[in-house]
């Protein structure tokens, strides 16, 4: 998948050129530990996995290793949460209400993510 390998080119001093990889999108990064078992279903899981429907079981914990992947050590689900609600509005994600707290859905501007759900 594009984003799962997608980088840039940065300039150096002295012309020297070196590839850096792009950051990993907070969505992305949830997706990702919804396939590795070390995380799923201990501290998020598939609610309906087919409609990119998930739950943080352990919300705490999921802020803790975002904050761990941005070296934010401070990182707390407060400000995890407020990065997802940015994602409301551009069509990445939703709060899914009717299937309880913590529940959120991937939506259509989250490109590609039925299709790393269906590598797993």
């Known amino acids: 998948m594009e984003w799962l390998n997608d980088g840039w080119m940065d300039g150096r001093a002295g012309g020297v050129r070196r590839r850096r990889q792009r950051q990993r999108?907070?969505?992305?990064?949830l997706l990702e530990i919804l396939g590795d078992?070390?995380?799923s279903p201990s501290i998020i899981e598939w609610v309906r996995?087919?409609?990119g429907?998930?739950?943080f079981v352990k919300p705490r914990s999921v802020a803790e290793l975002w904050g761990r992947r941005r070296?934010?050590?401070s990182m707390s689900y407060e400000h995890l949460a407020r990065a997802m609600r940015y994602y409301y509005r551009r069509g990445v994600m939703r709060r899914v209400v009717d299937l309880g707290r913590l529940v959120y859905q991937f939506l259509s501007n989250a490109e590609?993510?039925?299709?790393?759900?269906?590598r797993g």
Do not use: A, C, I
Not at 25 to 29: A, D, E, K, T, V
Not at 112 to 118: Q, V
């Open 25 to 29: 999108q907070l969505w992305q990064f």
């Open 37 to 39: 078992d070390r995380y």
């Open 49 to 51: 996995r087919d409609d």
């Open 53 to 55: 429907v998930f739950r």
């Open 71 to 73: 070296r934010r050590p």
């Open 112 to 118: 590609g993510w039925r299709e790393y759900t269906r």
